[in-house]
């Protein structure tokens, strides 16, 4: 059956709409992180202009979707920027697609991507670079070295007790995590899309909203009552997902944010969540505990074929330079 596109404003999603991405998104486990939800797409843009979603129809049904941000030149972009974590095509598996399609069917120039799972094969002869992410199978984790857990119960002795809240919104809390996460940036890396207010309002609003299949979590570790541990984090499917996350840069030499999700772990699995997905800003050190490592690509589909080629080479060489445990594809 054919296959027609229709391009609407985010703004505008019927509660229709919003039902069948829903459908999609929730029967197919590819699709089970919270950025695949059309809760996330809403609460951006409320916020942030030009944000679209193009529908892939079979007559008036909703087979397939892309949510984008459109910017100039007809360029499309992540929702969120570099917030957005995951992107991709939420389709059903019976429906056969290319980006380009898309890409004429909604007056498109040129798909900017980093963040897609390779398993979305038809995004790969425009991916120019693989990147390893983190997941954390909750019910197969890897324990913390035993001199890690020595440490932490020698921080416990000496400094009081130890409190894990899996959400407790209130402003210090959040401010606190922007703070710390700020000081993380170096100058000569620019400005942190953290200072831009469209950014701190999307994560003040994720932080807060609740809904049955969609929310956003506010963890803290506390020690005598103090944070040393925050993170932001989206739920969705029995997926927590951490999103942004920093901790007391006093306490960096006891590995705090590896403790904070070493009790999320046991926590979560009594909660009834299945998986903790690691997010691109997440430190190192929770490397011990990660049981998976799914592959995402980068690239740009430009249907400029002279423009198509110099983007790609310019990708190349900015992926090169910019990126570190990361793999330029041949």
């Avoid at 949510?67 to 992540?78: D, E, K, S, V």
């Avoid at 120039?109 to 425009?126: G, I, M, N, W, Y």
């Avoid at 019910?139 to 959400?167: D, F, K, V, Y």
């Avoid at 049981?291 to 995402?296: E, M």
Wanted: hydrophobic fraction near 40%; charge should be neutral; glycine fraction near 6%.
């Amino acid at each position: 059956m054919t296959i027609h596109i229709q391009t609407v404003p985010a703004r505008t999603l019927t509660p229709k709409q919003l039902a069948e991405w829903s459908a999609i998104a929730t029967q197919n486990s590819r699709f089970d992180n919270p950025f695949f939800r059309p809760e996330f797409t809403k609460l951006v843009a409320a916020i942030r202009e030009d944000i679209e979603v193009i529908f892939l129809k079979r007559k008036t049904k909703i087979v397939g979707l892309l949510p984008y941000y459109r910017c100039n030149g007809n360029i499309a972009l992540p929702v969120a920027d570099t917030l957005t974590d995951l992107q991709g095509v939420i389709v059903r598996d019976d429906v056969e697609w290319t980006p380009q399609r898309l890409l004429k069917g909604s007056h498109l120039t040129t798909l900017r991507f980093d963040r897609v799972p390779e398993s979305q094969t038809e995004f790969s002869q425009a991916a120019w670079m693989t990147i390893p992410t983190r997941s954390i199978n909750l019910h197969a984790a890897n324990e913390p070295s035993p001199n890690l857990q020595s440490l932490w119960c020698e921080m416990e002795q000496e400094a009081g007790g130890i409190r894990l809240e899996t959400h407790h919104f209130n402003s210090a809390t959040y401010e606190t995590l922007l703070q710390w996460k700020l000081e993380e940036y170096s100058p000569t890396q620019g400005q942190s899309i953290l200072e831009t207010r469209w950014a701190r309002e999307l994560l003040q609003r994720v932080a807060q909203f609740e809904s049955p299949r969609f929310s956003g979590r506010l963890s803290v570790l506390s020690l005598s009552g103090h944070p040393v541990s925050i993170q932001l984090a989206m739920v969705a499917n029995g997926v927590w997902h951490v999103w942004l996350s920093a901790s007391d840069p006093n306490l960096s030499s006891f590995s705090v944010a590896a403790l904070h999700i070493w009790r999320l772990i046991t926590a979560l699995k009594g909660l009834g969540f299945h998986r903790m997905d690691l997010g691109r800003d997440a430190s190192t050190e929770l490397d011990a505990f990660v049981t998976d490592s799914p592959t995402l690509v980068a690239g740009t589909v430009d249907l400029r074929p002279v423009a198509g080629r110099i983007n790609k080479h310019l990708s190349r060489a900015k992926g090169f330079l910019a990126t570190s445990g990361e793999r330029i594809k041949s």
